[in-house]
């Protein structure tokens, strides 16, 4: 069999193979396999995205609040409508990326996101506020997240699983850094002053690897993914799903039960992740837990989120992923249960652990499921569609809880009720079957 490497510096696929950046990956695939670029491209930016992300907000919550004079609840109200607005605007998203390719909206993305954090160090009432929250949003937490799974699904198909994991390393990494890192600027510029410095850091950040390094596709240059020639022999299943030219329709997709347990089991976690993040400290404090121990704990659940990624994303790869699915959301049921327990130090840290495990079967099935059960060829609206499910899921998660908490006192009942939740989902999944993606492959 003739390598993929060989086949391509012999017999360039496309006239993209011929351009300054397609003989750059071409000679660097001499070296490895250019796969491995893209995810680094995939991690820098998802780490880059922390600018649109929970984790930097919660910095710059109170002095938002005191400059702007408005009240917290005002700013939280404001941020959760800007985040379930800015969910409506990905299917968009994923359709500019079949139409145009991933390095084409990337750049896009990062030029407008530079300058939302400009619009945001500018923000002067709460009509400003929310419409910068929900540019960032959509920019940092949807799109540029959207882009970063879809190249790297692109360049991987027996590895996925694997790869994905890894690229999510960078948004562990931004959770780890970006919010000291603001608390600093915020310290040293004021709070307007961070985010134009944001700004510039994300464009210097993201702007040169994009333009330099992005391929859409390892077809562009005559690669396949993985690294490996096609395979001609064996099942026509199989092939197709490895192949760029096959795959479902956003509308085609949509009349399949599998898009919709899928979309079911993805919002779930997306909810309950969501609301337990964000109502952790005040969890604690009603279990008699100090607010510095529950401050504590979150760095617990991120090492052990790096430490079992990628041991996820290899269960993915190996065995088949609706007995993998299954037991991430087990794990969202035990996380939910677990932290009604938590009365110590000892008791917390055992939480933390479980809810980190949590967290990493979330962030390798949210890149996982859509490709591998729909293929790639239509992959960006696909993806889009779902993430909106799951990004509504997460603007909703913490409401309930709040009511319960409201009426009663207590968060627990709450907690076991959806601890119900995810083991629907998990039976659900459990019978889950793909679609043929042969049938659907391009003439």
């Known amino acids: 069999m003739t390598s993929t490497t060989e086949a391509a510096t012999s017999e360039p696929a496309s006239p993209l193979a011929q351009s300054l950046r397609g003989r750059l990956a071409l000679a660097l695939n001499q070296r490895f396999f250019y796969g491995w670029a893209m995810l680094g491209v995939g991690a820098l930016a998802l780490f880059g995205s922390g600018v649109g992300q929970s984790h930097i907000f919660s910095v710059f919550i109170s002095p938002i609040s005191e400059d702007l004079g408005i009240s917290r609840t005002s700013v939280s109200t404001a941020y959760a409508a800007a985040t379930l607005v800015a969910a409506f605007g990905l299917p968009y998203t994923g359709r500019l990326v079949d139409r145009f390719g991933v390095r084409a909206v990337l750049v896009g993305i ?8 400009i619009g945001f160090a500018n923000v002067g009432g709460m009509l400003a506020l929310g419409l910068g929250f929900a540019a960032l949003r959509f920019l940092g937490q949807g799109s540029l997240m959207l882009c970063c799974n879809n190249l790297v699904s692109q360049w991987f198909s027996r590895k996925r699983g694997f790869a994905l994991s890894l690229m999510a390393l960078g948004f562990a990494l931004s959770m780890a850094l970006h919010p000291p890192f603001a608390q ?159 009365r110590d130090l000892t008791t917390a840290v055992v939480y933390a652990i479980v809810f980190g495990v949590n967290n990493a079967a979330i962030h390798t099935h949210f890149t996982f499921m859509w490709p591998r059960f729909f293929g790639r060829r239509h992959l960006g609206s696909i993806q889009g569609a779902g993430q909106t499910i799951a990004v509504v899921g997460a603007s909703l998660g913490p409401l309930p809880f709040g009511i319960a908490f409201d009426l009663y006192g207590s968060f627990e009942g709450a907690l076991l009720l959806f601890a119900l939740q995810p083991l629907v989902a998990a039976v659900l999944v459990v019978f889950l079957r793909p679609p043929r993606l042969a049938d659907y492959a391009e003439q």
Request: zero cysteines.
């Open 184 to 342: 600093w600027l915020n310290a040293s510029f004021g709070w307007r002053g961070a985010w134009m410095w944001l700004a510039v850091i994300t464009w210097l950040l993201l702007l040169p690897p994009v333009l330099l390094l992005v391929i859409h596709k390892p077809e562009e240059i005559g690669l396949e993914p993985d690294g490996k020639a096609a395979e001609e022999s064996g099942d026509a299943e199989e092939r197709a799903r490895h192949s760029a030219r096959a795959g479902l329709t956003l509308a085609q997709a949509l009349r399949t039960s599998a898009f919709w347990v899928i979309a079911f089991g993805l919002s779930t976690l997306s909810m309950l992740v969501t609301a337990l993040f964000f109502h952790q400290v005040s969890i604690f404090e009603t279990q008699g837990i100090s607010r510095e121990i529950a401050a504590r704990i979150f760095p617990i659940s991120a090492v052990t989120m790096v430490a079992v990624m990628p041991l996820f994303g290899r269960a993915l790869d190996r065995f088949r992923p609706r007995w993998v699915f299954a037991v991430a959301l087990l794990t969202m049921t035990l996380s939910l249960v677990m932290v009604t327990f938590v």
């Open 110 to 117: 990062a030029v407008l996101l530079g300058f939302a954090a």
